[in-house]
Every structure is written in C-alpha cells, then in structure tokens.
C-alpha cells in the first residue's frame, strides 16, 4: 500500500508543526541571567564563597531564582546545605540555609544523568520581587559537615534567574 500526500496537505501540515513548535517553545521559561562555577577536582571548600551578581531593570517584575547543583555518583551525601545571601544594591542582606535534596531514600540520584554526572535544578524563590533597581549579589557556601571541611563530589553549582509565568 503506497501512501501519497497531496501538497496542499503538505503545506498544511508543515504550518501546523510550526505553529505547534512555537507555542511549545513559548511555554518554556528563557533565563535571563545563568552562571554556573565549577569546582576543581569536585571539591568545595568549606570557606569558599561562590559569589553571583545580576542586574534587575524592572522591580515590577516576579522571577523565579533556582539553583542548580551537578554531583558525581560517588557523592558521599543524599543531600546538599548551602548559606545563601542576596544583597541588594541598599546593602541590606538577607540571609537563609537551605538543604538540597540530590538523592532519594533508596540511593537513586535525582536529576538527569549522562555517565557518573548528575545535575538537577531546584526552585528556591519562586514568584519573587527585587524591588531595587541595580545590582544584586548573590552569594552562596556550602554548610555540610565533613572531617576536613572539603565536600567532595560537587562539580558545579549555578544559579537560574527566570521571569515567572505568574
């Protein structure tokens, strides 16, 4: 049984997978700011702060602020504690501790994974407002507690500023 398509049928088809691609396309969130630090060796240090800054133009505006963490299999911890602080261009910190959950109770890492490599991201101030405008300077530490004051198995660790949908 040979199938044909007439072209007219072609053309509506094609228009109709474009329309589909762009609504699909945009439903997803565009970053408006991404940096990512990678640790040598995959060790975080006790002392080391990751320090990330971005400008917000329009404190009318709700964001989404998530973090994204990429361990190795051989992470010793189901979890992650990190010390944030965000300063806004006032100076007037606000601080908070936060655990990161990166494996299930049975040991199955969470995120997607290509070889030992897993990365997730992870909501951590969803429908938020700077209401400055200028620069904020995020600034975060790990808070795991380890004999030598070294985390190991931590490759990167970035942070995700979205417009939110809401």
């Known amino acids: ?43 975080w240090h006790q002392d080391s702060l990751m320090v990330f800054d971005f400008n917000i133009p329009d404190p009318k505006k709700v964001y989404d602020l998530s973090f994204t963490v990429r361990n190795d299999g051989r992470y010793a911890y189901s979890n992650l504690w990190i010390f944030v602080s965000i300063a806004p261009p006032s100076g007037k910190e606000l601080t908070d501790t936060l655990e990161i959950t990166l494996a299930k109770p049975s040991g199955q890492w969470l995120g997607s ?25 995020v600034s975060v530490r790990q808070g795991m507690r380890t004999q030598t004051g070294i985390l190991k198995g931590i490759h990167d660790f970035g942070i995700v500023l979205e417009k939110s949908f809401q």
């Open 113 to 137: 994974g290509l070889g030992y490599l897993y990365e997730k991201k992870y909501p951590y101030k969803q429908t938020i407002f700077f209401p400055e405008i200028g620069k904020y300077i």
């Open 1 to 43: 049984m040979k199938i044909s398509f007439h072209p007219k049928n072609n053309l509506l088809l094609l228009f109709s997978l474009a329309l589909a691609g762009a609504f699909i396309t945009s439903c997803y969130k565009k970053a408006i700011f991404e940096d990512y630090r990678s640790l040598k060796h995959a060790e």
